[in-house]
């Protein structure tokens, strides 16, 4: 039924919410407050709500009012995911107006911001006057986006963590996320938007030190994915107001933007959001046509460079520098002396710290290398941050740094140490060299980094020029002369450097001594540059190589005589020299036959071979030419199998891109597929991206359900808990008020009984005392009640007089009013009289001037009519006319032109009592039908006014025709 209860109460609520809806600003305003007062918060967040969803209220200052009070109601019930919404609503609703929407967003950060401060203090019990520092106290608090699960409260309750960590979980944790939470919505509100691209930059570098000073690293993760979901989007979106990538404050303000976010990076020591930050930086630089300024181009080289050294790229690291010195000798007005300075010797010490081999696992662990494949895609990239096409050898950043003329600029107290590592030969006078450039490095905070690579660059080159000079060495002597370095670190280097080929050397525990390899028995080493031109490795031990190779030599010319002086004693050989000589004699006359006869079986044995090479190259050849062919047909086979799979993956990369566009507009979208690289999207196809993202809809779904049930369960077993507790201790309490009342019920009870004997006792003698003055009380009664009276009736005498005179007045006054609208009436019906007839004037006058533009109109009428009657004549007059037929119609006369003449209504009639009856015409219209309204021309428009006239002009016309 329409009328039902239900129905009518659902009409009353939506009326109440149409008007909370066209609510004015102002009158919103002052509820809200009033509401805020009286501790209503939740519905005074929603009629300022209800303001900004409002399309109706234009922007004012007042709308700005009301969404700042909404965000401070927000603020107090920690409601963040209403004043995300309540900003969406004022942006729409200030389209016209950036400045304020900027303006209230700063007021909500804010807001946030002193919310936290008052958190911080209240957990730490400080002072409002003592300074805030969270880096002596950090946040016991992992993920402050991750709620708290029962058993998390259970382990919480158990656990051993202090006072601290509990108030931080309770006091500080939610205004932590609140925190976190505002400058994700300010972000998201304000990105790829022209206008608000300033805001954009300031709130990013605002949520970067909130993140440093807090040390909220999860959070610092998920903001740098947004960020670079937000690049993604501007590349890929297009409407009005987005960002222009191509102008120059666009592309400074974002390159800007991600070296702070790179600096905060490593401030939390989060490496691999450093080394994507930059490579979202190096992408920006190629993917625009415009260079970014020396300062930035100096920053950007800077922040890799610290990069690099912190992943052990010591090449890199060097490479960096010398691209940033180039920088400053580009531009070096832009430029202080200091910072050149520190630039120069940042290059030499990058430089020369650079290892002998290219892989030292003293310097970097042998396990950070991976595959091969793997190790080239990552020199590439780095390549790429740098913008290098190979990666250069130690060689070649020495020559560079050469060319740069390096040495001019750098600390005088380092000049000395390209000299000492590069050029002098002085092994046992190298440590006390280098004693005092460690001393000046440990000084400085930019250098003292490079301490302990220059330990292990200077105990490679002392090991490498003692090898030049001893062939065995104690290890006292060793760690004697590198006193910088203990015995155990001097052997692990030696080690490391005899696997990786730089040194060849044996440790030998027993005599605890090292002993240097000769030339002859080591390999091609791949080392750094030689200090020394002198051959002490060239001459050791050359006699004895000869010798070793000649006796090898003269056993495989002649082993038989080689092996028989072996075998033969000295005396032996000395007793037979005679016939020895005699048959050696012999032996050398038969030597030429036998040489030509071996010299012809060799020629032989040569022609035979030359033959067999032969053909084997002919069949070696033939077989190459087919195994051409063969692979020319596979590598054709290949290439368009290639290209089909490469037009294949291209479309198949365009529907995942599309399909996954679609799903980032969801925020399981953006979670799931937000964080994905373009070689992680390449694998994918179409069906896994719908696969994945069921399963992820199925899992946040399960999860959510999951949740829900926890809650149930949670909130069950408590209320259960609190009633198995409660029962005892209310049966006792009901007991316990049973027994009260019951005593207090009982006590009442006698005391009222009490009470009522007692009063009814002094009733009864009041009673008695009262029946004297019965008599009295009436009389006195009766006295009063008659001087009441008297005094009534002149009361009413007085109304009643009063009345009449009243109601008199009121004849009066109706009389007055009907007098005064009898003369309205008359007046306003003289002045309708006046207006009929001023229009029955008009109305006259416009009648006249119709009667007028119809005469002309006539007037020109006849005109035409006398023309056509003139050229009817005049081609009537050449036409051939019978005679004249007895009894016949009459016929025309040619001279009667008068007869096509127009008669206009008006004289018609004098013309009829002029002429006469008996003149009429042929043509019809002269005669009596004159009297019409117009002649009988029954060709043209004109016809005859009365029917009589009208029918004498119809016989006429057709009496002519028949003639």
Known sequence: SPFSPRKSKEKRKKKSMNRISYMKPEAALRSAADLRETGKVKLAIEKLRSVLLNRRNPWSNATEEVAQLFLD????????????????????????????????????????????????????????????????????????????????????AVSAAGSQDRSDRVMLAPWLRYRWEAFKTSLDLLKNNAKYEKAYHKVASEACDFYVKFDRRQEFRRFCTNMRNHM??????????????????????????????????????????????????????????????????????????????????????????????????????????????????????????????????????????????????????????????????????????????????????????????????????????????????????????????????????????????????????????????????????????????????????????????????????????????????????????????????????????????KSLPYTTTTKDIGARIAAEMKLLRQRPKQNEARTEMLERERDQVDQQVTDLAKQKEEAEKERIIREKEKARVKTEMALKQQLEDEKRLVLVRERIQGFLANEIGQTLFGSLTEEEVSKLCVEDVDKMMLEAARKAEEKKIQAIRNKEIRADNMERAKREIEIPMLQEKFKKAYDSHVRRTTKNHQEAVETGVKRHARALKLRDKLRVIIKQKERFVSEILEQRTKQHKVALADFEKKFAEYKKFEQAQKEIEERKRLEEETRNRIINQKRHEKEAIEEERRQEEEEAKRIKEEAEERKRHERRSENANRSSSERYVPPRREGGSVQRSQTDTSSNRYVPPSRRNEGESRRGDGYSSSRGGRGDDRGGDRGGYRGGSYRGGDRGDDRRSDDSYRTYNRS
């Open 73 to 156: 109601l927000c603020l107090e019930t920690k409601s963040g995911n209403v004043a995300k919404d309540g900003l969406h609503q004022y942006r729409t609703l200030c389209h016209s107006n950036s400045t304020s929407f900027e303006t209230v967003v700063q007021y909500f950060l804010d807001g946030s911001k002193k919310r936290l401060e008052v958190a911080w203090r209240e957990s730490r019990n400080l002072g409002e006057d003592e300074e805030i520092d969270p880096s002596t106290q950090k946040v016991d608090v992992e993920d402050i986006e991750e709620s708290e699960t029962p058993e998390s409260v259970l382990l919480a």
């Open 232 to 565: 993604q989007q501007a590349h890929i979106k297009s409407y009005r107001n987005t960002i222009d990538l191509t102008s120059e404050d666009t592309f400074l303000a974002q390159i800007n933007t991600r070296l702070t976010m790179v600096r905060s990076a490593y401030k939390l020591d989060l490496w691999q959001e450093s080394f994507q930050g930059m490579e979202e930086i190096n992408n920006l630089i190629k993917s625009s046509s415009m260079k970014p300024t020396p300062k930035i181009s100096a920053a950007y080289y800077l922040r890799l460079a610290k990069i690099f050294w912190r992943s052990q790229d010591y090449i890199f690291h060097a490479v960096t520098w010398q691209k940033l010195f180039s920088i400053i000798l580009a531009h070096p007005k832009d430029f202080k002396v200091d910072e050149i300075r520190l630039a120069a010797s940042s290059v030499l010490l990058s430089t020369l710290a650079v290892p002998i081999a290219k892989k030292d696992t003293s310097i970097k662990d042998v396990d950070t290398y991976p595959l091969p494949d793997a190790q080239a895609r990552r020199t590439s990239r780095l390549c790429g941050l740098v913008n290098i096409s190979a990666l250069p050898n130690r060689e070649d950043l020495v020559k560079e740094m050469k060319l740069m003329n390096v040495m001019m600029y750098v600390d005088n107290e380092l000049k000395d140490l390209y000299s000492v590592l590069e050029k002098d030969f002085s092994p046992l006078q190298m440590s006390k060299k280098v004693e005092p450039l460690f001393k000046f490095l440990s000084q400085r905070q930019h250098f003292e980094k490079y301490i302990t690579a220059f330990h292990y660059v200077v105990i490679m080159r002392l090991l490498k020029q003692l090898s030049q000079i001893y062939t065995t060495l104690r290890l006292e002597k060793l760690v004697k002369w590198i006193p910088f370095c203990k015995q155990s670190q001097i052997e692990k280097h030696i080690i490391n450097a005899v696997k990786d080929q730089v040194l060849f050397v044996r440790l030998c525990h027993k005599t605890n001594s090292i002993k240097f390899l000769p030339p002859s028995f080591q390999k091609k080493v791949e080392a750094g540059p030689q200090l020394t031109n002198l051959s002490l490795e060239q001459r050791n031990g050359h006699l004895a190589c000869i010798a070793s190779r000649l006796r090898a030599v003269a056993a495989m010319v002649d082993p038989d005589s080689f092996n028989l002086e």
